[in-house]
């Protein structure tokens, strides 16, 4: 499978108008999405407090200066098929849905089998770390400081354990501290593989969509967008 979700593709972009006839998602600046496919820290505690560095202030500038990235469409929900996206994008979009909707039902069978598609997705981790950014941006406007990560990983730890006895914090941990871009793969000597990072991505994606009560469609199609732009401008 490509490495590139958008080659010499043009015409996903018509499938998302909103019924205002707005697209569903408008990208104003090419930015490179987290890439989750690396490690993270060893010690889930270390790193908050690495991350906490400069509490608010490192945080909140990641997060203020993406926020004119993504631009969602707050519309009605669109009914979204994602039939008009290239394969591998489409791949991702049909098994990130699926996931998350079974893990808003906690449905083991249909988690572990959309969890194992995402796994083998080239380029899930990218896409779903695009997504968790543009859910934290909208859930901490102003930014977030190491207690607000704290916050958001106990929360989704919390909820996922109930069902998913086998949910790991470290993991959650990297895919906020990678979401955020203060993650530096090269200080861990034991990183989440992409099958951990697909079980677990879905688990906090549907926890911060609990926050907003938005679809995921908005979210993935303005992921999609940003992805796109940053493709072809490389």
Not at 9 to 33: F, H, M, N, Q, S
Not at 99 to 119: C, F, I, N, W
Not at 200 to 221: C, F, M, S
Request: with cysteine.
């Amino acid at each position: 499978m490509s490495a590139i979700l958008f080659a010499g593709y043009d015409r996903w972009r018509t499938v998302y108008r909103c019924p205002r006839g707005c697209l569903a998602a408008e990208v104003t600046k090419a930015t490179a999405a987290a890439r989750l496919d690396g490690a993270g820290p060893t010690d889930p505690s270390v790193a908050l407090d690495r991350i906490a560095v400069g509490p608010a202030r490192r945080l909140g500038r990641v997060a203020s200066a993406a926020r004119g990235v993504g631009v969602l469409c707050h519309a009605d929900p669109v009914t979204v098929t994602w039939r008009h996206l290239p394969a591998p994008a489409r791949e991702i979009a049909v098994a990130a849905a699926e996931a998350v909707e079974a893990a808003g039902v906690r449905d083991q069978e249909a988690y572990e089998t959309s969890v194992g598609r995402l796994a083998g997705a080239e380029r899930s981790g990218l896409v779903l770390g695009a997504v968790v950014r543009l859910l934290l941006e909208e859930t901490h406007p102003d930014g977030l400081a190491g207690d607000d990560v704290r916050q958001v990983l106990e929360r989704c730890v919390r909820s996922a354990a109930g069902w998913r006895p086998d949910v790991d914090p470290h993991v959650v941990l990297v895919l906020l501290a990678g979401a955020l871009g203060v993650y530096d793969p090269g200080d861990d000597d034991a990183p989440p593989d992409p099958a951990a990072v697909a079980r677990h991505a879905p688990l906090l994606v549907a926890d911060l969509l609990a926050v907003t009560g938005r679809p995921l469609d908005n979210y993935l199609t303005a992921a999609f967008a940003e992805i796109e732009r940053t493709e072809r401008h490389d």
